[in-house]
């Protein structure tokens, strides 16, 4: 069983900034990819940024130079600081993971795909 906690969302204004986390703990092997997305209501959910086990993170461009992702490797936790946010920034954003639970999946290349409960975060203008 995997848990996958955020954290960090709130309201916040134009020009401002939030730090989000997203916790994943259970049994877990090893972890490939973590990522966010946000979704607006009525919206597709989109990609934010993704970070690899190894390389660079990407962005989507809307965010680019303003939203930073990290990883802890110790505590499984991937972070995305947002700065400068805009009232365009205001979704529910949650953390995507894909990971091993087994020696078995991670020697085959098999992976699962787990999503945080999402957390709100509000940009007023």
């Known amino acids: 069983q995997v848990q996958l906690v955020e954290s960090g969302g709130g309201l916040v204004q134009a020009g401002g900034s939030l730090r989000l986390s997203c916790a994943a703990s259970g049994t877990i092997f090893s972890i490939n990819t973590m990522a966010w997305y946000r979704q607006v209501l009525g919206k597709e959910r989109e990609l934010v940024a993704r970070m690899p086990s190894s390389g660079n993170a990407n962005y989507a461009d809307s965010v680019k130079g303003r939203f930073t992702i990290s990883r802890d490797g110790d505590t499984n936790t991937v972070y995305l600081q947002m700065t400068m946010l805009t009232p365009e920034d205001t979704a529910v954003y949650y953390c995507?993971?894909?990971?091993?639970?087994?020696?078995?999946?991670?020697?085959?290349?098999?992976?699962?795909?787990?999503w945080g409960q999402g957390t709100q975060v509000t940009v007023s203008s």
């Open positions: 995507n993971v894909v990971l091993t639970t087994t020696a078995d999946q991670a020697a085959t290349g098999s992976a699962f795909r787990y």
